[in-house]
């Protein structure tokens, strides 16, 4: 991505989120967002609006059912988008936009990846010890299964890992002893 590329992504995303704050609509438009890039990533549309042998139309008739959201101001920056031409850049303004109100909100997602499946309390207590450890408010709890951590836990959110697995032990044993 090229820098002019990467300025209009990041100035659409400071709109978007500033007008998300000073709306105190924050949460309605974090969810509408997740939404959209739920579906755009399942889609792979971020390829579709990229791709330039596809009539702009079409993309505007694409990007206009997204505009169904819950938020007016999103439904307005939709219509900004397709106004500017502006669809292949979507996937990315929408990624920068989260990160950005996560940084301003300090709410995060918590992805853990243990070897079996939490309980409940479980990941009640976990959702507790990260919110003090890494000083922020979980978002959500994101559970990944990874059969070859052997036991023990990855816990990562907001680029801070903690990593008690014993696979990573093991490795940490094997480089002590070589």
Do not use: W
């Amino acid at each position: 991505m090229d820098k002019r590329t990467y300025r209009l992504i990041e100035q659409y995303a400071k709109s978007l989120v500033e007008v998300a704050i000073e709306k105190n609509s924050i949460a309605v438009i974090e969810e509408d967002i997740s939404d959209i890039l739920s579906i755009c990533r399942d889609n792979h549309l971020d390829q579709y609006f990229a791709d330039l042998s596809i009539d702009v139309s079409n993309k505007v008739k694409l990007v206009r059912l997204f505009q169904n959201s819950q938020s007016e101001y999103l439904n307005n920056f939709l219509e900004v988008i397709i106004q500017n031409e502006r669809m292949a850049l979507l996937v990315p303004i929408f990624e920068t936009v989260l990160d950005r109100l996560s940084h301003e909100t300090n709410t995060f997602d918590i992805k853990v990846t243990s070897a079996v499946s939490l309980t409940e309390t479980q990941k009640e207590r976990l959702l507790a010890i990260v919110a003090q450890k890494f000083d922020l408010t979980p978002r959500r709890l994101i559970e990944e299964i990874d059969e070859e951590l052997i036991g023990g836990f990855i816990i990562s959110a907001n680029n801070k890992v903690i990593d008690t697995s014993i696979r990573h032990q093991l490795q940490t044993l094997k480089m002590k002893l070589k």
